[in-house]
């Protein structure tokens, strides 16, 4: 089983079955409270055809003490807390996160949802800090990411052209995977969320 961060189409986002629903109306209901609009527009999930970038899926495996190691060396507690402290990523700017009392992932009473430009933006310090290279997956529509730290190829690219990045591949994997779910996450228009 395990972690994974996945991407939301409409069905599941506004429906009730998983739960996301709710979630959905209680972060209008605060979007409307700040005077922002609702978030109304998210498409519907499209099936899964290989490198097409239309969903999101990645499993979350390996030990994160590097990456919090990075983040303290780069980002502000702040920061780190906007990176990879959310619950629910959505596509759209916020200002400061928005905590719903509705239970996710990592709590049982709150729902800390963050905007994906954000945190695409943190990611994006962290990619260049460590020298991401320009081969690591950009489309994880089925575990592309996790299958290419995980099985071989980015063990095989640090042997040829070693960086900062190769020196610590499970962090490489968790900047990596927070630059292309945000990325994702503005490219289709989507939340992504734990399950």
Not at 108 to 136: D, F, H, K, N, Y
Request: overall charge negative; glycine content about 8%.
């Amino acid at each position: 089983m395990g972690v994974y961060l996945i991407s939301v189409g409409a069905e599941e986002w506004f429906g009730e079955e998983e739960g996301w629903g709710e979630i959905a109306t209680a972060l209008n209901h605060e979007l409307r409270q700040q005077g922002l609009p609702p978030y109304e527009s998210v498409p519907k999930e499209k099936s899964f055809v290989r490198d097409s970038g239309q969903a999101f899926e990645e499993k979350l495996i390996s030990s994160m003490d590097g990456f919090e190691a990075l983040c303290e060396t780069h980002l502000s507690r702040e920061e780190t807390e906007t990176l990879s402290g959310w619950s629910v990523l959505v596509p759209f700017s916020l200002d400061e996160e928005i905590w719903l009392p509705i239970g996710s992932a990592y709590s049982e009473s709150s729902t800390m949802v963050a905007g994906a430009p954000q945190v695409l933006a943190l990611a994006e310090r962290l990619a260049a800090a460590i020298e991401l290279p320009a081969e690591t997956p950009r489309m994880c529509d089925n575990l592309d990411l996790t299958m290419w730290f995980m099985d071989g190829a980015a063990k095989e690219l640090a042997a040829v052209r070693p960086g900062p990045w190769s020196g610590d591949l499970d962090t490489a994997f968790y900047v990596a995977l927070f630059l292309r779910a945000a990325e994702h996450s503005v490219r289709r228009g989507c939340p992504i969320v734990y399950s």
